[in-house]
């Protein structure tokens, strides 16, 4: 897809926006409190920037090669981009220069790669911990468990700025089953903000897609990743 209809683009996000808020409001919350991030791995660079100029600043990609293309394409827009898909040390460095979460920190092998690369350039980078919430095998991850027992770990690094955790609802389960999942993830967060001291901030739930944002937001999200539902009825 390369070229939208304007309008029906933003038909689409003033959709999901709406759907947003309600279920913000619904959880005792207001719209501010949850960040929109469209996922745009569906979408060339130029249906992208449509998408920004629609109003969606926030942008998700799972593939490095394409956030690199991506950021360098639309580096005259305000976008702030969100890394979700798996990341492989030797892209470490160039996805650093455009990404400003890293979601998909899914081991502390990795994040102690990425604390040395950001170290040599003396910055902080902010990453959430992707927790295999579903236990399916194929999920990347910290199984639950093991992510109480990194964070001491994890606090010793110099440059990695650890903010929150990201989950994944199970493909095959069906929305009470989903947000059973976010709703443990959301435990999970509350236990290690008690348990971390004053000097990790963790406010961070990264959680619902297109088929369950609406039950991620009552269950605690503050960032949803949104991608299909966005582009709808387009072309
Ligand atoms: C593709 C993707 C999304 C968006 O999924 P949709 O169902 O298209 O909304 C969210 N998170 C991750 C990690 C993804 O890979």
Known sequence: MSQFADDVLQENLASVRQRVEQ??????????????????????????????????????????????????????LDVEWHMIGPLQRNKIRKTLLFTHYLHSCD?????????????????????????????????????????APALPVIREMRSVQLVGLMGMGSLAGDLDTRRHEFRQLRQLLE?????????????????????????????????VRVGSVLFDRLR
């Not at 249906?47 to 100029?53: D, G, K, N, P």
């Not at 109003?55 to 293309?69: A, N, T």
């Not at 001291?197 to 406010?203: E, I, K, P, S, V």
């Open 23 to 76: 279920a913000a409001v619904k959880s005792g919350r207001q719209a501010c409190d949850v960040r929109l991030i469209g996922v745009t791995k569906y979408i060339d660079a130029q249906a992208t920037r449509q998408l920004v100029q629609a109003g969606c600043h926030c942008l998700g990609e799972s593939r490095p090669q394409v956030l690199w293309e991506k950021g360098e394409k639309l580096q005259d």
């Open 107 to 147: 081991s502390l092998k990795l994040l102690h790669a990425i604390d040395a690369v950001a170290a040599e350039t003396q910055r902080q980078v902010k990453c959430l911990l992707q927790v295999n919430i579903s236990g399916e095998a194929a999920k990347q991850g910290f199984r639950p468990e093991e992510v």
């Open 191 to 223: 236990a290690c903000q008690g348990s971390v001291g004053d000097n990790l901030q963790l406010t961070e739930l990264s959680m619902g897609m297109s088929s369950d944002f609406e039950v991620a937001i009552e269950e605690g999200a503050t960032m």
